[in-house]
């Protein structure tokens, strides 16, 4: 009786572990909580300035209270490779634009960041100025989330040679010069042949970038969580080329025979790449998502709407 007494108690024990984990892991929802503490062990914060007086200045202040738990990346002259291994996170205290460069400049490595507002829209931004002292001081408790927002990798061969291999957060476009005729591109889905944009331009864009250049051309904003891929044409030819979203696990393959010689890729509005009617490109889905600091207060759908001024009476 002692040893089954014995073995029912190991067994309550264990059970009572069990019962104990799995409600911690209740308390942690699709593991981002995880992620959080998984940085803590980093202490330093990098910081990211765009050039602007107001930016430099809060950048002096967060410098003079952080002191050595804070350090200044310069991504102008400097590469991923060059950023410290101890970093908890990257601030950028810009506009979108700065957050993009950034975003770039990091490649594949695995550092979260958290944008500061200090542009015009500042959809990427997840707190402003005036409560940047805050913000940070919440980061350095451990209190928020991180959320993993999806890139593209795009790939560009001529002649079967790749020139070009990056990963964007917004999107990739395709874009005439301005006297130029239509741009001719024939999109293939999964090898499938779809149909020829004939447009001013086609936007390749991520549900992050729904709501920059290919919300300004017609397209459909995508919350972030959704996974997929947004084709916008920009000015159609035909009016039934209608904006397209399509699964994130699509592989798009896109023909510019046709074009006109002076086509432009732009990558995130950062950088911009001559095009020849040969060129082929390839998207799909980057293996390498950003993660982005934001915290629990912080509604996706409430940033929208006093981005874009969205007003109008409760039902």
């Known amino acids: 009786m002692t040893l089954v007494k014995k073995n029912v108690e190991t067994v309550a024990g264990k059970l009572d572990k069990l019962l104990k984990l799995s409600h911690k892991a209740l308390r942690i929802p699709n593991g981002r909580q995880w992620e ?17 007086a107001k930016a430099e200045k809060k950048a002096e202040e967060l410098k003079a ?5 804070c350090v200044v990346i310069d991504v102008q002259n400097s590469q991923s490779s060059d950023i410290p291994d101890d970093l908890l996170c990257m601030v ?24 500061v507002k200090f542009g015009e829209v500042g959809f990427l931004a997840e707190t402003t100025e005036d409560n940047l002292s805050a913000a ?10 991180i959320k993993k927002r999806s890139r593209l990798d795009i790939k560009v061969f001529r ?25 001719s591109c024939a999109v293939y889905i999964d090898s499938a042949y779809l149909t020829t944009y004939r447009a001013d331009g086609l936007i390749m864009a991520t549900p992050t970038g729904s709501t920059a250049y290919s919300l300004a051309a017609g397209g459909p904003v995508v919350h972030p969580a959704v996974p997929s891929i947004i084709l916008t044409p920009i000015c159609p030819f035909t009016l039934t080329n209608r904006p397209l979203i399509i699964p994130d696990s699509t592989n798009i393959e896109i023909h510019l025979e046709g074009s006109p010689e002076d086509m432009i890729l732009t990558l995130d509005g950062q950088e911009g790449f001559e095009m020849d009617p040969g060129d082929k490109i390839f998207i799909k889905k980057s293996r390498n998502d950003i993660k982005m600091i934001t915290f629990e207060d912080q509604s996706y759908f409430k940033i929208l709407k006093t981005r874009l001024k969205w007003s109008g009476g409760r039902s």
């Open 136 to 145: 940070i001081n919440t980061v350095l408790e451990g209190n928020y989330v």
């Open 36 to 52: 959080a503490e998984e940085f803590m062990d980093k202490k330093r914060i990098g910081l990211v300035i765009k050039n602007d």
């Open 92 to 115: 950028v205290l810009g506009g979108d634009g700065t957050f993009l460069s950034v975003a770039r400049f990091i490649e594949n490595r695995d550092i979260p960041l958290m944008g």
């Open 159 to 183: 002649d079967k040679e790749l020139i070009i291999d990056v990963d964007v957060l917004n999107d990739a476009v395709i874009n005439k010069s301005a006297l130029s005729r239509l741009a």
């Open 65 to 69: 209270n952080l002191g050595d738990k």
